[in-house]
């Protein structure tokens, strides 16, 4: 049995800081790519940053240079440190992980979700 947990998020004031981690365990082959979306009532749910086994990252225009994606490849963890919030980066949260729980199959797996809340 394989499992996503998220952790982190919360209210923080406009400028604060936040940390939003992702841990896959279970019956793992490998892993691929890990990242998070962020949702947005009304709204199409965003790519907001991934980063690839071998450390490549990718941001959302929106986060670059306040936001910074790492990951544990020992711990299959992924980390979402965010800085220089603003309101406008409130929204849900969501970690996916691509992975292989078996040679020759891949799987997405996504997170339950985590509300981040930057207010004044």
């Known amino acids: 049995q394989v499992q996503l947990v998220e952790s982190g998020g919360g209210l923080v004031q406009p400028g604060g800081s936040l940390r939003l981690s992702c841990t896959v365990s279970?019956?793992?082959?490998?892993?691929?790519?890990m990242g998070w979306y962020r949702q947005i009532p009304g709204k199409e749910r965003q790519l907001v940053a991934r980063?690839?086994?071998?450390?490549?990252?990718t941001y959302a225009d929106s986060v670059k240079g306040r936001f910074t994606v790492s990951r544990d490849n020992a711990k299959n963890t992924g980390y979402l440190e965010m800085n220089s919030l603003k309101i406008e980066d409130t929204a849900v949260y969501l970690c996916y992980a691509d992975f292989s729980p078996r040679i020759g199959s891949w799987r997405t797996m996504w997170g339950q979700g985590t509300q981040v809340t930057v207010s004044s």
């Open positions: 980063i690839t086994t071998d450390g490549t990252t």
């Open positions: 279970g019956s793992i082959f490998s892993m691929n790519a």
